[in-house]
Nanobody, 117 residues
Framework: VQLQASGGGLVQAGGSLRLSCAAPRTITSVFNSNVMGWYRQALGKERELVADITRGGYTNYAESVKGRFTISRDNAKKMVYLQMNNLKPEDTAVYYC?????????WGQGTQVTVSS
């Protein structure tokens, strides 16, 4: 699955951003068979799961973002979104889109999110 992430930027603490991830070259049935997720990697730290969502809409969030971030997907458009509200400086990281199934795990290019205090 080829993934294209966008929507990062610079925002003040308390602000919002919406990340998007597209899979335009992927067959819809293949996209739908994948669990889609957003991960992030801060400078000097390991990559961590932020949130993921199944085809049916079941979601899973990191404790640090619960209540602030919302992941969603549009299977017909082959899109995944991450709405990020009440951003904090500790949310600063490169955010990556991921698609995984039983056989593979594919990554998009990262998009930088910087939250100033």
């Amino acid at each position: 699955v080829q993934l294209q992430a966008s929507g990062g930027g610079l925002v003040q603490a308390g602000g919002s951003l919406r990340l998007s991830c597209a899979a335009p070259r992927t067959i819809t049935s293949v996209f739908n068979s994948n669990v889609m997720g957003w991960y992030r990697q801060a400078l000097g730290k390991e990559r961590e799961l932020v949130a993921d969502i199944t085809r049916g809409g079941y979601t899973n969030y990191a404790e640090s973002v619960k209540g602030r971030f919302t992941i969603s997907r549009d299977n017909a458009k082959k899109m995944v979104y991450l709405q990020m509200n009440n951003l904090k400086p500790e949310d600063t990281a490169v955010y990556y889109c991921n698609a995984r199934d039983s056989r593979s795990s594919d990554w998009g290019q990262g998009t930088q999110v910087t939250v100033s205090s």
